[in-house]
């Protein structure tokens, strides 16, 4: 948090300071500017007041600056002649060099010019009557202006100084504030642990961004929960599906081992062994392809589901001669594209051999009733049979691995694998597998999206 808290505090200190940095260049280019404005005026009323002068003076050679005349501080008065294009008369401290670079400026037409030079300021007004071909300049320094101009440099720097430290400081309060949450947050996950996941983050505001960030985390956790008591459920179901077959090999082989048999015995016996390693070989094979059943392994194609099934077909009824698979396309598209999907082949067939084996072995005549269906938008296999019903109270967990109802785990062997492993293959293809029960048997239905919907 720390961390976060001084980038949160870096940024604010740095809005902060272009904030005032701007704001104390407006005033102080806006206070510029009126202080200029204010001394040209000061200027042009001097200046009115010296055209007077000069205008009712025997010659032009009387001095402004005398006391009583107002005059501004480091004042010059200049008169050009345009005729003559010299300085005719000027007093002032620099006498007529300063006003030199500004006759440049003077244009014809006009009668009146605001010019500056520095801290100097001119104003030029064009003289009338007796004299028409003269220009009056008079300059002047705002001494008063530029040591106004120097406090307010001072003031403006050592307030904008203080304003930004404060303000800082308050940022750096208020950012601790704001993550204060988030720190009460942090320590109540690191309580959290596999002994006590039942608890969950708590926090006053759930409406608020901090709110949804904890509603989030506590679904994370219900999530993490649900998976850790999936997998003790799983390393159960999975030490008692090893358990049995382990202790009857042993028994048996506990049994011949205390005195010599026939060669029968030793024959039925090894014949039972060789089944029981056949179901921990089968039970490892089916573990190994449920661990191993995810997204990132499965290879996706385009796949006609119509042409896959037949395949299937074959296959169940090599596997057991005794299976019969009856296909029934009752709802066939004209165009292919309405048939493919993406998925992966091994996989698919996996699934439905699941589902078709799981409707032959438990039907009264070994017969899987198999129906495609394709809307355009998904592509629908039902695979039904004739046989018992399934109970209600165990179609909730068909799906779960090593589910097993009563019935089916006394007549029918078995790890409940299968219908786990094509759910997962399903939800992998973005599809779905429902379960029915009817008084006829059971009805399970498949849904894969199309190519283009995938």
């Known amino acids: 948090m720390g961390n976060i808290r001084t980038r949160l505090t870096v940024q604010f200190m740095a809005l902060v300071t272009v904030v005032l940095l701007l704001f104390s260049l407006g005033v102080y280019g806006f206070s510029q500017l009126y202080l200029q404005k204010r001394f040209f005026s000061r200027l042009q009323s001097r200046a009115l ?54 006759i440049a400026q003077l244009k014809p037409g006009k009668t009146r010019l605001y010019l500056h030079q520095g ?11 007796k004299a028409p071909d003269n220009w009056l300049l008079i300059s002047a320094v705002d001494q008063q202006g530029k040591a106004a101009l120097a406090d307010l440099r001072q003031i403006l720097g050592v307030m904008g100084l203080a304003g930004v430290l404060l303000l800082s400081l308050a940022g750096w309060l208020f950012a601790g504030r704001a993550l204060a949450p988030m720190e009460n947050i ?39 929960g649900e998976a850790l008591l999936n997998q003790k459920m799983f390393i159960a179901n999975v030490s008692h599906e090893l358990k049995n077959p382990l202790t009857k090999i042993r028994s048996q082989l506990d049994v011949a081992l205390r005195q010599p048999r026939d060669p029968d015995t030793y024959i039925r016996l090894l014949t039972s062994l060789r089944d029981d390693a056949t179901s921990l070989t089968d039970l490892t094979n089916t573990l190994l392809t449920l661990a191993g059943t995810n997204a990132d392994t499965l290879p996706m194609q385009p796949l006609r589901i119509d042409e896959l099934l037949w395949e299937v077909k074959q296959q169940a009824q090599k596997w057991n001669e005794a299976y019969r698979v009856a296909l029934t396309f009752a709802e066939f598209p004209d165009e292919e594209g309405a048939l493919l999907v993406m998925g992966n082949e091994a996989a698919l067939k996996n699934l439905l051999l699941n589902l078709i084996d799981n409707a ?3 039907a009264a005549d070994n017969q899987a009733l198999v129906t495609f269906r394709a809307d355009g938008e998904t592509v629908q296999v039902q695979v039904a049979n004739v046989g018992p019903p399934i109970a209600a109270a165990d179609l909730p967990f068909l799906f779960e691995p090593f589910y097993r109802s009563r019935t089916t785990a006394t007549t029918h062997r078995g790890h409940g694998l299968g ?17 029915e029960s009817t008084k006829m048997g059971a009805v399970f239905t498949l849904s894969l999206p199309v190519q283009a919907a995938f």
């Open 419 to 435: 219908l786990a492993i094509a759910a997962r293959i399903a939800d992998l293809h973005r599809g779905t597998i429902v379960a």
């Open 119 to 129: 801290d100097t300021q001119v104003v030029a007004i064009f003289l009338a009557g």
């Open 360 to 362: 032959c072995k438990f």
């Open 49 to 102: 007041t010296v055209t007077e002068q000069l205008a009712n003076a025997p010659n032009p050679s009387i001095d402004t600056r005398q006391p009583g005349n107002d005059a501004l501080p480091d004042e010059q008065v200049s008169v050009y002649n345009t005729r003559l294009h010299r300085i005719i008369f000027s007093v002032g401290p620099d006498r007529p060099a300063l006003h030199v670079s500004f």
């Open 186 to 224: 942090v320590g109540q996950v690191n309580t959290i642990f596999p002994a006590n996941m039942a608890r969950r983050v708590e926090y006053a505001n759930p409406g608020d961004e901090i709110g949804s960030l904890v509603t989030t985390v506590n679904r994370l956790l219900d999530r993490v």
